[in-house]
């Protein structure tokens, strides 16, 4: 099965080629569901397209939103642009959209957006004889249902299948409510998720007395769907014939894509689905559920909140294995003394502890070789900080013994970009030798959980 991870932005793409997909879903700054991710803009699509070939990773485009009659004199130019700039798929829910992108550019593999709720295998066919490849299911389907649409829809008809991130208590996503209450389209991509929101009753004779849906005096968040985890059942998803399973999340977060990329990377290859469940609960996330695959979907009405095991602390600048000297760029604080823990691609969770922790100054004009400046904590958000790590501490379950082969870095003293300059194997036998590597992550054991109520 093919892994498809979102890329939000370019650091999100980065992370999802490293950790392990096999095709990146992205949207440019027009005509996708997601308008506050980052996205790319239109220029910038030729060198994503670039970045993912290279690794030899498949490029889709998102251009899902409901489409009005004002959207159709760009959309010609739009899909030149992207066939230009070599993208494999289109990512399309409109029918209108969908044969001007045929007419236009033919080379681009056209898959059935969710957004167009494809349930039966009637449905599939209709789109297979416009020209699409691949259908994305609708979300409502069980695996009974994928199995039998399978069975009696074309052969080289592809499925793609949501596996993981967060749902929509709509239909396939096709709702009006954010747009009834605030005036921003969910299906022109600008949800509030007014879904979320905390809800109570009130009597039409008895306004300002509002009464609980449940027990539970904040109210209830009787709409608030939880979040998709098929971990433990990749087995399942292939037996019912799908053919790519796809991980939402293109709000979120390179150290989210890597986490749960690596995650389903390791299980597609064969290790056992128990030795990364941890991993899923280490990134923010609502309570896990398994949509409708094997039944009805789930809500969490007690309320829209997030918890993780884990907090993303740094990215990795530059390691030096002789030294064992890590540079890293902060995101949330770490402090001298403080075990961290490495988040690599195909390699076991290792833990270092932090010494010698110091700050590095951007140059100046007027200071261009800038000292370092020794901090007991390291809390300058995006700033530089380099440290010395002890023996490692230990090393957590997950890759077994997959051989990890990556460049290690240098930076250059006065960007801190790394730049490649040779290739070390590592294996999880090695483990005492384990660092970091340019674009790896790091995160600590911190347990946060957060709530919102209303609007």
């Known amino acids: 099965m093919e892994l498809l991870a979102p890329a939000g932005g370019i650091e999100q793409l980065r992370a999802a080629v490293r950790f392990g997909a096999d095709a990146v879903y992205l949207a440019s700054d027009r005509f996708g569901m997601r308008a506050r991710a980052a996205n790319f803009a239109l220029e910038d699509i030729p060198a994503a397209v670039e970045i993912a070939h290279a690794a030899g990773v498949k490029v889709h485009v998102t251009a899902n939103i409901l489409m009005e009659q004002g959207d159709l004199s760009a959309l010609p130019d739009y899909f030149r642009a992207l066939d230009a700039a070599g993208v494999d798929a289109f990512i399309i829910g409109d029918l209108g959209a969908a044969a001007i992108a045929r007419r236009v550019a033919p080379r681009v593999a056209l898959h059935v957006s969710t957004q167009a709720s ?3 295998s ?3 066919r ?6 699409a ?6 979300r409502e389907m069980s695996l009974d249902d994928i199995s039998r649409m399978r069975e009696d829809m074309p052969a080289d008809m592809e499925i793609e299948a949501f596996v993981h991130g967060a749902m929509c208590m709509a239909v396939s996503g096709r709702c009006l409510i954010s747009s009834y209450l605030t005036g921003r389209s969910g299906n022109r991509g600008h949800c509030t998720q007014p879904c979320r929101w905390s809800y109570t009753l009130e009597e039409e004779k008895r306004p300002g007395e509002h009464f609980p849906i449940e027990e539970d005096g904040r109210g209830t968040f009787i709409m608030n769907a939880k979040d998709m985890n098929m971990l433990a059942h990749l087995d399942a998803l292939r037996a019912a014939g799908v053919d790519s399973i796809k991980i939402e999340g293109r709000n979120k977060k390179a150290f989210y894509v890597a986490s749960v990329v690596n995650a389903y990377r390791q299980v597609l290859d064969g290790s056992p689905a128990a030795n990364f469940a941890p991993e899923l609960e280490a990134v923010s996330h609502r309570p896990y559920g398994t949509g409708f695959f094997f039944g009805e979907a ?5 309320y829209d909140g997030y918890e993780q095991q884990a907090m993303h602390v740094a990215d990795v600048v530059t390691a030096d294995l002789e030294t064992r000297t890590i540079v890293a760029r902060c995101r949330n604080r770490f402090a001298e003394g403080e075990e961290l823990e490495i988040l690599s691609p195909r390699v076991p969770i290792s833990r270092v502890v932090v010494r010698n922790l110091a700050w590095l100054p951007d140059p100046t004009e007027s200071d261009p070789d800038p000292a370092p400046v020794p901090v007991p904590v390291a809390n300058r958000s995006c700033g530089i900080y380099r440290f010395s790590v002890d023996v490692e501490v230990g090393v957590g379950e997950g890759a077994g013994t997959a051989t990890r082969t990556d460049a290690v870095a240098t930076a250059d003293p006065a ?3 790394a730049a490649d300059v040779g290739v070390t194997a590592r294996t999880a036998a090695d483990a005492a030798d384990i660092l970091p590597a340019a674009g790896d992550f790091l995160r600590v054991r911190r347990f946060r959980r957060s709530a919102r109520s209303g609007a």
Not at 126 to 131: I, T
Not at 133 to 138: F, G, I, N, T
Not at 298 to 302: H, L, R
């Open 118 to 120: 494809v349930a039966n």
């Open 122 to 124: 009637e449905a599939a």
């Open 126 to 131: 209709v789109w297979y004889s416009l020209g």
């Open 133 to 138: 490849s691949r259908v994305v299911c609708a």
């Open 298 to 302: 789930e809500q969490a009405p007690n």
């Open 415 to 417: 960007t801190h970009v």
